[in-house]
């Protein structure tokens, strides 16, 4: 929780929830506010799978993800 969403040196948001699913585990994620300012949506959802999760430091509270803008993108 509370963990920074980063994509390519890019602040995406901020983990505000976890959703355990029969088919996986999702991130809700609240958008960094520079993004919305942009028109992007307030929240989105993240897989929590290998797919999109390139390392997580729980120290420094980031991950850093690939292919989650688009998912940010078309919420």
Do not use: Q, W
């Not at 994509?7 to 991130?27: A, K, M, V």
């Not at 929240?43 to 999109?52: A, V, W």
């Amino acid at each position: 929780m509370n963990c920074s969403i980063y994509e390519n040196d890019e602040l995406l948001g901020t983990i505000s929830d976890i959703h355990r699913y029969p088919l996986g585990d999702y991130f809700e994620i609240d958008t960094d506010k520079a993004l919305v300012e942009k028109t992007l949506p307030k929240t989105f959802l993240l897989p929590y799978e290998k797919k999109y999760i390139i390392s997580v430091d729980i120290v420094n509270k980031k991950i850093l993800t690939k292919d989650a803008k688009p998912i940010l993108e078309n919420s």
